[in-house]
């Protein structure tokens, strides 16, 4: 079978895609495939998914920019929380994902 | 408030071989890590590292972070990751976010190995999806197994740029060109050959004039350059990318360097601001010693060299002992590192640093 | 646009080819490493002494052209995949450049391609004639492909 997704399933150097446990996210109610250990904006990339949110102000779409946690142009709503980082919060089972308009809104008290 | 020997704040190459290193001398270590995984940007080095023998070369850059790990491991260093060292208070006192709660965490002595940071480059739609810096793009393939897009366009001819287009070839992307302002390329040849030779061209006096699309990249409009830098509008050219890669150069990250009072100077060779330290990488603050891209960028072997430095004298002042021998071979493998074109440059602004150590710990 | 030529005379004449008495005797490895870059094992890793580094370590390696078997040990090892290793001989035609190769997915051997510069230019067909695995070297594969003799000199990759 052809993987249609964007992942590097056999790589010169780094040798196959190790075997994982499959779960399944929602991004915008949309059922994907993830594996354990993957981060939520890979998954998103993986499955063509690039914008992620759009600015307060200028209304903007943004994408991933530096994939290690220290530009925050990648925060989506994750669990009704505004604001995560998606390039290095790892997905868990049913995560719901939801493009971010603005500074997000808290849909759930963690407090 | 627990306390400890050694904090060491980043767990990078250089953060790993200090922990390493004193550890071994018998000092109580402890590293502290934002990510979920030690190892600083090692693990996306898929190429070989020059250098000698005693450097490790010809050996690919994730094969040394699973060696450091592996005896970071076996020496029992003490390593939180999840945590983010946000700041550094009076008497050494570090606050951590570790797994979302406050820690206070007081130290005998400090390494900061914090590492650098990605230049970015603006121009219209710099944005946009689509568009990320070449280091970014080397996590999403190397690590992550992504490929954030098959067509690509590689801004910048330094040897990152040069290396990522390289293995970005090898993660099964399409790299339509690298382009460099200047008339000739940044990075090594011997980079530049491996893509040169599959096809990739390297455009030189060029730059980029935009990025094209509405909400995310879907093309890229380059333009040559005059020798004052001013693009020669009439020749630009629109080729379509999906994906736009940002290698400009790299920063330290030096913030809580700056916070905990350090004294600072500017070395362009070393990608700007970065602490003065003495020859045993200690800081302007007593107790706090600086070591690896933080303190200049330069590569992940003499980042390796500068914790083990670090690592030893911190050693030295908590046991009150000299291991000066040690030391020097240290500095002989540093300056064997920094020769050449590229090394020799790095080297004289470390040298520099030392000397204005010295000069600004007396008039201060 | 002004692009950056390697075939040109500017780039070739700073690496030193081994004589081409030598290359016509068989088996010999082309070092086109042209910079000051601190990195040795290339000297380190060849067992008869061949290629001379020194110190300091950013000296150019320089090739003994009659102690080079052409065995090839150097060609994986260099960081920056810039030895190739010559056989003019391998037919009465054609020679036969082994090159180090790390992408996917690997030629078969047997299988034709178009040989290609080092400004990645088509300059004729090829064919290759064996692949040592990534495995045995690091995850760098060795390739050998056959092309026209005349082009020994021009040739330093191919595509499919």
């Keep these: 079978m052809k ?3 964007l992942r590097i399933y056999k790589h010169p150097i780094l040798g196959d895609l190790p075997e994982r446990k499959k779960i399944y996210i929602y991004f ?3 059922k994907l495939t993830a594996y354990e250990g993957e981060m939520i904006a890979a998954v998103l990339y993986a499955n063509g998914i690039r914008r992620l949110r759009r600015t307060e102000r200028f209304k903007e779409v943004r994408g991933i920019f530096c994939a290690i946690g220290r530009c925050t142009d990648c925060v989506m709503t994750v669990d009704g929380i505004p604001n995560i980082r998606t390039c290095i919060t790892p997905v868990k089972e049913k995560m719901k994902i939801e493009f ?7 849909k759930k008290k963690i407090w | 408030m627990e306390e400890k020997d050694l904090v060491i704040i980043g767990g990078g190459p250089a953060g790993l071989c200090a922990a390493i290193s004193a550890r071994k001398k018998g000092i109580d270590v402890l590293i ?3 990510n979920l995984r030690p190892g600083g940007q090692l693990f996306k080095q898929i190429h070989r590292f020059f250098g000698s023998k005693e450097h490790m070369a010809g050996v690919r850059g994730f094969v ?11 020496l029992g260093v003490e390593v939180w990751l999840n945590s983010i060292a946000y700041g550094i208070f009076k008497d050494k006192v570090i606050g951590v976010i570790k797994d979302g709660k406050n820690i206070l965490v007081k130290a005998k002595s400090i390494i900061i190995s914090t590492g650098a940071t990605e230049n970015p480059l603006s121009f219209p739609n710099w944005t946009l999806p689509g568009v990320m810096g070449a280091g970014a793009c080397q996590t999403m393939i190397n690590i992550h197994r992504v490929l954030p897009g098959k067509k690509v366009l590689m801004i910048g001819s330094g040897n990152v740029g040069l290396i990522v287009s390289y293995q970005l070839l090898q993660a099964g992307a399409e790299v339509v060109g690298v382009v460099e302002i200047m008339p000739k390329i940044g990075g090594y040849l011997v980079h530049a050959a491996k893509i040169k030779r599959f096809g990739v061209p390297i455009y030189l006096s060029t730059t980029i004039l935009e990025g094209v699309g509405k909400e995310e990249i879907e093309g890229a409009i380059i333009c040559p350059v005059d020798e004052n830098f001013k693009p020669i509008i009439k020749k630009k050219k629109y080729i379509e990318v999906d994906l736009i890669c940002i290698a400009v150069g790299l920063t330290p990250l030096n913030e809580l360097l700056y916070q905990a009072g350090c004294l600072f100077t500017y070395k362009g060779y070393l990608g700007g601001m970065v602490a003065l330290h003495n020859e045993n990488m200690e800081t302007t603050v007593e107790n706090i010693f600086v070591a690896g891209d933080c303190s200049g960028i330069e590569e992940a072997s003499t980042a390796m060299e500068e914790g083990k430095l670090a690592g030893i004298s911190v050693a030295e002042k908590i046991r009150g002992k000299k291991w000066e021998d040690e030391k020097d071979q240290i500095r002989k493998r540093l300056d064997d590192f920094r020769i050449g074109t590229f090394g020799e440059k790095r080297k004289l602004s470390k040298e520099e640093i030392v000397r204005e150590y010295y000069e600004r710990v007396k008039t201060w | 646009m002004k692009e950056l030529k390697l075939g040109e005379k500017t780039y070739l004449n700073k690496i030193s080819f081994p004589s081409f008495e030598r290359i016509k005797k068989g ?6 490493c042209i910079e000051d870059i601190p990195c040795n094992p290339c000297e380190t890793i060849c067992k008869f002494g061949a290629i001379k580094v020194g110190f300091p370590i950013t000296s150019l390696p320089i090739l003994d052209e009659e102690k080079c078997t052409g065995c090839g040990k150097c060609i994986p090892i260099c960081p920056g995949l810039a030895i190739f290793v010559l056989n003019y001989n391998f037919s009465e035609k054609d020679c036969l450049l082994t090159i180090p190769y790390e992408f996917l997915p690997l030629p078969k051997e047997g299988e034709k391609v178009k040989c290609l510069d080092r400004d990645g230019k088509y300059i004729c067909e090829g064919k290759i004639v064996k692949v040592i695995q990534p495995e045995r070297n690091n995850m760098t594969a060795l390739v050998s492909f056959a092309f026209p003799k005349k082009y020994y000199n021009k040739v330093r990759s191919f595509k499919k």
Excluded: R, T
Excluded at chain 1, 100 to 106: F, S
Excluded at chain 2, 64 to 74: Q, S, T
């Design chain 1, 3 to 5: 993987k249609k997704d």
């Design chain 2, 32 to 34: 502290i890590d934002e």
């Design chain 1, 100 to 106: 971010q308009e603005g500074l997000g809104k808290w």
């Design chain 3, 27 to 32: 088996s010999v490895a082309i070092i086109e």
């Design chain 1, 28 to 30: 915008n109610g949309k």
């Design chain 2, 64 to 74: 040394i972070g699973e060696k450091l790990l592996k005896e970071v491991k076996e």
